[in-house]
Structure formats: C-alpha cells, structure tokens
C-alpha cells in the first residue's frame, strides 16, 4: 500500500508524523524536512479545532491522556517556524512568536505553567541582571529535573517490558492492571514532556524577541542611510573571496615557519604594548624599570637631566634584576657545572691512582715504621733486664 497523504491521516497518525519529522529537523535543519513538518503541524491544529478537544474553562485534570501531547502542537509549530531558512526573517520570527504565545496561554489556562514563570509573567520584563539570571538558573534546574524524570520513565518502561514478556512465558497475565499502569505512566509522561516544553518555549520566545530588535533596527538604519537589503550576490561574493582567503592561509601554513614562543613574560608585555616587535625576542634584554612623566618614560632619554628627572619616581622596595626566566636558567648552569664536578671527582675516585692511594703505605711511610718498632723493641728489652725500681738500693728498708 502506498503512503497515505496527510489529508487522509488521523489524527494520532498525523501527529505522531509530525512529531517524527520534528525530531529530525531538530538534528538536521534541512529546509524541506523543516517545512513538511510545518504542514503537518498546521493540519494536526486545523483538526483539533474542527474537534474542539480544548476548551478554556478545562483545566489539566479533565483532559484525557490522549488528548495531553496535542497540547504540543503550537509549540512544535514555533520551533519548526524558526528554523525556516528561506523567507522574510522577521515574519517568520513573528509567527513563531504568536505560535510560543498560544501555547503558554493554552499551558496557564490549563494550570500548568509554574507558579515562578507566572509570577515573572506578571512583573513584566526585570532590569535587575540578578533576577534575570536567578530565574534563568531556576528555569535551568526545572528542564534538567524534567528530563531526567522522562529519562526514569523510559527506563522503567523497557524494565517493565521485559520483566513482562518474562512472565508471560510462566503466568498469565492480567490484561486490566497492565493497562492501568501504562495510563497512568503514560500520563506522567507527557505532563513532564509539557513541563519540558514550556521551560524551552519561554528560553526560545526571549531569544527571538532579541532577534527580532536586533533585525528591527538594522532595516531601520539601512532604509535611513538609503540603502536596500543585502542582495544574494553581495553575500555569495563575501562567502567566496572569505573561502578563499581561508584556503591560501592554509596553503600558506605549510611552508610558513612558526615564530618561536615567547617563554618571558616581561617581552610578552613590551609586544603587547607596543614597545618591542616579535622578531625582536632573540634580541631581548631586561631593562630596569623607569618611572615618572609619560613624556620621560616613553620618549628616549637623551640628556642627563631627563635621567635624574625620570629617576625622581622610584618604588621603595628593590627591582629584581632579573626575570623569573633568567633566574631558571641561571639555576640551570649551575647545576649542569655541579654534575660536571661530580662526575670528574667519580672519576678520580675510580681511578688507579686513587685506588693505590687507599690499598696501603708508600715504602717511606713504611720505613718510619720500622725504626719506630725496632726503637720500641729496644724499649722492651731493657724494662724485661732491668725491674722496675732496681736501681733505688737506698729506699728499701734493707739497703
């Protein structure tokens, strides 16, 4: 069987079209795609109103959930709307502005906008940077809570599915509980999915507000200089030449030599300044800093009493004299001259000198010795022929 048209579909089917399409164009953009599913979309609202499934004294409670996701439908329509590429941008921007006020008119109506939003509604638009970014922030915190409730929903439901079809191989199962819970689930669902809805309708309608002025005033001053709207040939012109010049910087790229990075902090700034160039880095020295008179500072000194002049706005405390940079590299030197004179000294230290040095006496040292223990023998050998006090006759008691 053929694809039937839209005249011929549903409702549901219609929709359930129309939301496929729009998922696509969210991902896509592509005119065509955009467009089919605005027609769909504005079929499906001819249809609920030949039906009248709405009306303004009902509030969410007595809709049915099937009749929940049509609620949607204006909202789809002013997102699809602003994607349109082709066309008058500011009409375009207005319908879609019209389509994102129905539906959040539709929504309090059916008391389902928060009371934050309705509160802000009724204040108007607030000057204060700080309510405008606390509501932002609260309107952030609902979306993300909105999604990851449909998020659990889904999860549930596949968990659900599977533990049933489990079942149903062992038990039967009753056909009237399933369905209750998959109302009431599918319910929730679309509650949250509106929710989610209405914080992305009112992000959408303060952005095209925006563009609208912004677009607003740009024709107001085109039509006030006397000139006429940027023809299609002025713009592809522009998108070629900008193509490229794009292309043979990249050509260019390839035998370009890269510039060498600036590693001082202090050059970094003089480049930033103006007071040195790029190709100068190499060049580089620190100089200390002057204060005073912009005149003295920047100009050169070339007397002496410009000097003394420039000299008289000096800081209390000491300049350093060198950079950070510097002082690394110092450092550096002075390491690399002490792992030299470590491995010279390891290297006498595993020479043979050094190790003859260590393995005992020279032949002189060794001679000394002997003297010295032939001196000490003789020593001995007189004490063991002469007792001690044997030459003291007259102090013994016998003598």
């Known amino acids: 069987m053929g694809e039937l ?27 065509q795609l955009v467009r089919k599913g605005c027609e769909a979309l504005e079929k499906c609202e001819e249809m609920i109103g030949k039906l009248g499934l709405f009306s303004s004294n009902e509030t969410k409670d007595d809709i049915s959930t099937t009749n929940l996701k049509y609620l949607l439908v204006p909202f789809y329509l002013a997102e699809l ?3 349109v590429a082709e066309g008058d941008r500011i009409q375009l921007l207005k319908a879609s502005q019209a389509k994102l006020k129905e539906f959040l008119s539709l929504c309090e109506a059916m008391e389902l906008v928060p009371e934050e939003e309705l509160e ?14 606390a509501q932002k922030i609260a309107r952030f915190k609902r979306q993300r809570a909105a ?6 929903i889904k999860e549930r439901k596949e968990r659900r599915g599977r533990s049933t079809k489990a079942a149903a191989l062992s038990t039967p199962v009753e056909t009237g509980e399933e369905d209750l819970v998959d109302d009431d689930e599918e319910r929730e669902a679309w509650l949250t999915t ?17 563009e609208e002025e912004m677009l607003s005033s740009i024709k107001d001053l085109k039509l006030k200089d006397g000139e006429k709207e940027f023809s299609k040939a002025v713009l592809d012109d522009r998108a070629k030449k900008a193509e490229e010049w794009h292309r043979g ?11 060498q990075p600036i590693t001082c902090a202090t050059f970094a700034q003089d480049v930033l300044e103006g007071r040195a160039q790029v190709s100068q880095a190499h060049e580089h020295r620190h100089q ?3 204060f005073g008179p912009a005149s003295l500072v920047n100009g050169p000194l070339t007397s002496e ?6 000299q008289v706005f000096q800081p209390s405390h000491r300049l350093p004299t060198m950079s950070i940079e510097e002082a690394g590299l110092r450092e550096m030197e002075m390491m690399k001259k002490w792992q030299e004179r470590n491995a010279k000294l390891f290297e006498e230290a595993n020479s043979a000198w050094y190790k003859d040095k260590r393995a005992g006496p020279s032949e002189e040292e060794n001679g000394d010795d002997g003297l010295a223990q032939e001196k000490a023998r003789a020593w001995d050998d007189w004490k063991d022929d002469n007792s001690r006090g044997a030459g003291n006759k007259k102090l013994t008691p016998c003598g």
């Open 288 to 290: 200390p800093m002057i």
């Open 249 to 259: 910087a990249a050509v260019r790229a390839r035998y370009t030599k890269p510039a």
């Open 120 to 133: 802000t509604s009724r204040q108007g638009t607030s000057n204060s940077f700080v309510d405008r970014r």
């Open 305 to 310: 009493r410009e000097r003394m002049a420039a």
């Open 147 to 152: 999604e990851s409730k449909l998020l659990e």
């Open 194 to 210: 509106i929710s989610l809805a209405i914080c992305k309708a009112v992000d959408l309608l303060d952005m095209i507000k925006k």
């Open 81 to 83: 709307t602003e994607k």
């Open 5 to 31: 048209k839209m005249e011929d579909m549903p409702l549901p089917a219609l929709f359930e079209q129309a939301r496929e399409i729009h998922l696509k164009a969210t991902e896509s953009s592509a005119d």
